[in-house]
């Protein structure tokens, strides 16, 4: 079993929708979340970090459930730019972040 | 502010050749890790540094692979001999902090094409 788990998509979505997608771990002491954001040809970039209580910034919103072990992004409004993969991360309780293979989305108009 | 620097941005080569990948880390970061990205295989941690000192080389394929820190601001990676297996992206990320939890900052990558 993979220690992070995404769903590799892609997700094809109209301009305005709302998309949300998860992703499983498989370390309960994992401490630290993040979603990190990757366009093409480009390097992985900090969306948000994802906290206990959960946490949004704009028109994202990332929430935490530890009972079952997953993460999750919701896209509000979702506009073209918004296209990319979206990786998310764990650490592994050893100093470690785990990747996850990542979601792509593909925002149309 | 500037950002993790690496170079070459493109590197094309025959098999066989060394090949060295360079990273400047944020000022002020302690902890380096070189990434490798391929379609098959996702984002893979080859090595990670902390306060210079390679912590865990577990995900350096084999020895071709080497990779230093002589001091805080530079780091190298190196492949020798190279072979078309490992082009790829290679991605150098800088964060501070021991916990491994923080944030990573990545650079843009080295694009490798080993012919």
């Known amino acids: 079993r993979k220690e992070v788990e995404q769903d590799p998509g892609p997700f094809n979505v109209p301009e305005g929708a709302t998309v949300a997608f998860n992703c499983t771990y498989s370390?309960?002491?994992?401490?630290?979340f993040f979603w990190y954001r990757q366009d093409c040809r480009k390097e992985p970039k900090l969306l948000m970090s994802?906290?206990?209580?959960?946490n949004e910034d704009g028109r994202f919103t990332a929430q935490l459930n530890r009972a079952s072990q997953y993460i999750s992004l919701l896209i509000r409004d979702s506009k073209l730019s918004d296209s990319a993969t979206y990786l998310c991360?764990?650490?592994?309780?050893?100093?470690?972040?785990?990747w996850g293979a990542g979601t792509k989305l593909i925002i149309k108009p | 502010d500037a950002g993790v620097i690496q170079s070459p941005r493109h590197e094309v080569t025959e098999m066989g050749q060394e090949v060295t990948l360079r990273c400047k880390p944020i000022s002020g970061h302690n902890s380096l890790f070189w990434y490798r990205q391929t379609m098959m295989r996702g984002l893979e941690l080859l090595i990670y540094f902390n306060n210079n000192v390679p912590i865990d080389d577990s995900g350096m394929p084999e020895d071709r692979f080497s990779a230093k820190m002589p001091n805080a601001s530079f780091s190298t990676l190196k492949i020798q001999p190279s072979e078309p297996r490992d082009s790829a992206v290679y991605f150098c990320?800088?964060?501070?902090?021991?916990?491994?939890?923080?944030?990573?900052?990545f650079g843009p990558g080295t694009r490798l094409l080993v012919l």
């Open positions: 990320a800088s964060s501070f902090g021991t916990s491994g939890g923080e944030t990573q900052y």
């Open positions: 994802v906290y206990s209580s959960g």
């Open positions: 370390n309960s002491a994992s401490q630290s």
């Open positions: 991360v764990v650490d592994d309780s050893n100093y470690q972040l785990i």
